[in-house]
Nanobody, 121 residues
Framework: QVQLVESGGGLVQPGGSLRLSCAAS????????MYWYHKAPGKQRELVAY???????NYADSVKGRFTISRDNAKNTVYLQMNSLKPEDTAVYYC???????????????WGQGTQVTVSS
């Protein structure tokens, strides 16, 4: 099986920064694109950013210029550096990985459990 575990969330003041991490472990054969989503109270889960296995990144308009996604393939880990945080960034942040396992050649999506980010003074 495969597990994704996020960390790095917390409470931060407007204008502050946080760095989220998401580490994948288990019977992994290979990891493709990795994603960060967020879900604010009363809203649907939204895509924040993604990064391909070759390092190409893409961002939601709301976070362009403030957030940076990166990955360390040797550690099976994806990061989200969040700067200039705003109250509207408050949400639970989830990572998702498109992963094949040693048991199958299928590409399947695996989700982490989420980490809370709260931006408030």
């Amino acid at each position: 099986q495969v597990q994704l575990v996020e960390s790095g969330g917390g409470l931060v003041q407007p204008g502050g920064s946080l760095r989220l991490s998401c580490a994948a472990s288990g019977s992994i054969r290979s990891i493709g694109t990795m994603y960060w989503y967020h879900k604010a109270p009363g809203k649907q889960r939204e895509l924040v950013a993604y990064i391909t296995s070759s390092g190409t990144a893409n961002y939601a308009d709301s976070v362009k210029g403030r957030f940076t996604i990166s990955r360390d393939n040797a550690k099976n880990t994806v990061y989200l550096q969040m700067n200039s945080l705003k109250p509207e960034d408050t949400a639970v942040y989830y990572c998702k990985g498109r992963i094949t396992t040693v048991q199958t050649m299928n590409w399947d999506d695996y989700w982490g459990q989420g980490t809370q980010v709260t931006v408030s003074s």
